[in-house]
């Protein structure tokens, strides 16, 4: 299993870049939260040799399919091959409220919005006439002007994220790869989310599964005592409340039986309650949805439970921990010790 990490998305990430690349990590992730992602992963990219490097998530709904093609042939071709285009739809509240634009069907408009993509880049890269016209997306015009050729390094890889079936079926369908959702569970991953994927595949014909990556963000409870374990523990309830407030992401909780759980994190939400919602999530809920062990402990339960299924994990560092302390959880989880002189605080 591969060892991803999260970078802050911040102006400060490029640094965090650099230092991820010493760490021996596989890929540095930016989040599209409160920066826009690619300029930040532009320079990291100026500044690393080897990592590779990508969106999780940006949101794709907010730009046409040609404008997100354009960044990431881009950045594809300034990391010489090494970035990744992780993408989402957000919900649709963010879509029409917050980047005005339009929403409907977001698993069909998803599957053609990533073959309106391949079809551009493939345009650029044979010389083909652009001839893409679908029932969301039409792209039919590409003069020499604005054509930028071929890129040597090829497309990037596409990596969607999703937590319906829907949604998860189309990743199966036509991307490289797929993001499991923080907010599930190990047994929703097995029983619904790997099943929904490998319908997908066999939907689309697909027989080259083996180079499929299932990328995996779970949750951790840990720390060096019992105060930090608990203290991480109410970070990771928190999380888990928000996300289950969302319609959305019910049928997480639904499979466990949950419902009543998803209604009143739902109701707590609307009144704004965000203590009483981070005290719904009962031990038996956290341990469902997080990984809760000590820092020597944590590498194996991982494995453990999802060795067989994800091709790389991407853990969140607890705040109450410091690079030395958590650079050796890493170390186990990938089997890649580094020398101490990699380690910065």
Same mark, same amino acid.
């Given at each position: 299993m591969k060892s991803?990490v !999260?970078l802050t998305g911040?102006?400060?990430?490029?640094?965090?870049a650099?230092?991820a +690349?010493q /760490?021996?990590y596989?890929?540095?992730?930016m989040?599209e939260?409160r920066h826009?992602p @690619? %300029?930040?992963?532009?320079?990291a990219?100026s500044r690393?040799d080897?990592?590779?490097?990508? $969106?999780?998530?940006?949101?794709a @709904?907010?730009?046409?399919?040609?404008v997100?093609?354009t960044?990431a042939?881009?950045l594809q071709?300034? !990391?010489?091959?090494? /970035?990744?285009?992780?993408?989402g739809s957000?919900i649709? #509240?963010?879509i029409t409220r917050? @980047?005005? &634009?339009?929403?409907s069907?977001p698993a069909?408009?998803?599957?053609?919005?990533?073959l309106a993509?391949?079809?551009?880049?493939? #345009?650029?890269?044979t010389?083909?006439r652009l001839? @893409?016209d679908g029932?969301?997306?039409?792209h $039919?015009?590409m $003069?020499?002007? /604005?054509?930028p050729g071929?890129n =040597?390094?090829?497309p =990037?890889?596409?990596?969607?994220?999703?937590?319906?079936?829907?949604?998860?079926?189309?990743?199966?369908?036509?991307a490289?790869?797929?993001?499991v959702?923080?907010?599930? $569970? +190990?047994?929703?991953?097995?029983?619904?989310?790997?099943?929904?994927l490998?319908?997908?595949?066999?939907e689309?014909?697909r027989?080259?599964?083996?180079?499929?990556?299932?990328?995996?963000?779970?949750?951790?409870v840990?720390?060096?005592?019992?105060?930090?374990?608990?203290? %991480?523990?109410?970070?990771?309830?928190k999380?888990?409340?928000?996300?289950?407030s969302?319609?959305a992401?019910?049928?997480?909780?639904?499979?466990?039986?949950w419902?009543?759980?998803?209604a009143?994190?739902t109701?707590?939400s609307?009144?704004?309650?965000?203590?009483? &919602?981070?005290?719904?999530?009962?031990?038996?809920v956290?341990?469902?949805? #997080?990984?809760?062990?000590?820092?020597?402990?944590?590498?194996?339960?991982i494995?453990h439970?999802f060795?067989?299924?994800?091709? !790389? %994990?991407?853990l969140?560092?607890?705040t109450?921990?410091?690079n030395?302390q958590w650079?050796?959880v890493?170390?186990?989880?990938h089997?890649a010790?580094?020398?101490?002189d990699?380690v910065?605080?």
């Open positions: 991803d !999260s911040g102006l400060s990430s490029p640094d965090e650099v230092q +690349e /760490f021996g596989d890929t540095a992730w989040p939260i826009d @690619f %300029c930040s992963l532009a320079l990219a690393t080897r990592i590779k490097l990508g $969106t999780a998530v940006s949101v @709904f907010a730009r046409s399919p040609m997100l093609a960044l042939n881009d071709l300034y !990391s010489e091959g090494r /970035f990744r285009l992780g993408i957000q649709k #509240a963010h917050r @980047f005005s &634009m339009p929403w069907a069909d408009r998803m599957r053609e919005y990533i993509m391949r079809a551009i880049w493939h #345009a650029w890269s010389g083909d001839d @893409f029932e969301y997306y039409t $039919t015009l $003069t020499p002007f /604005f054509d071929p =040597p390094w090829g =990037p890889q596409v990596v969607l994220a999703g937590v319906g079936t829907r949604m998860t079926r189309v990743a199966g369908m036509v490289d790869g797929f993001f959702h923080g907010f599930t $569970t +190990e047994r929703y991953l097995r029983e619904v989310t790997l099943p929904a490998h319908d997908g595949m066999l689309a014909g027989a080259d599964t083996e180079a499929f990556e299932v990328l995996g963000a779970p949750f951790v840990t720390g060096m005592d019992e105060n930090a374990m608990e203290e %991480c523990a109410q970070v990771v309830r999380r888990i409340a928000f996300y289950g969302t319609p992401y019910r049928p997480v909780l639904s499979l466990h039986g419902d009543d759980l998803g009143e994190l109701a707590l609307k009144q704004g309650d965000w203590d009483q &919602m981070t005290a719904s999530i009962t031990d038996e956290l341990n469902a949805f #997080a990984v809760v062990a000590p820092p020597d402990e944590l590498p194996e339960l494995r439970r060795a067989d299924v994800l091709t !790389s %994990c991407r969140q560092q607890p109450s921990m410091n030395e650079q050796p890493l170390a186990a989880l089997d010790v580094p020398s101490s990699r910065h605080s």
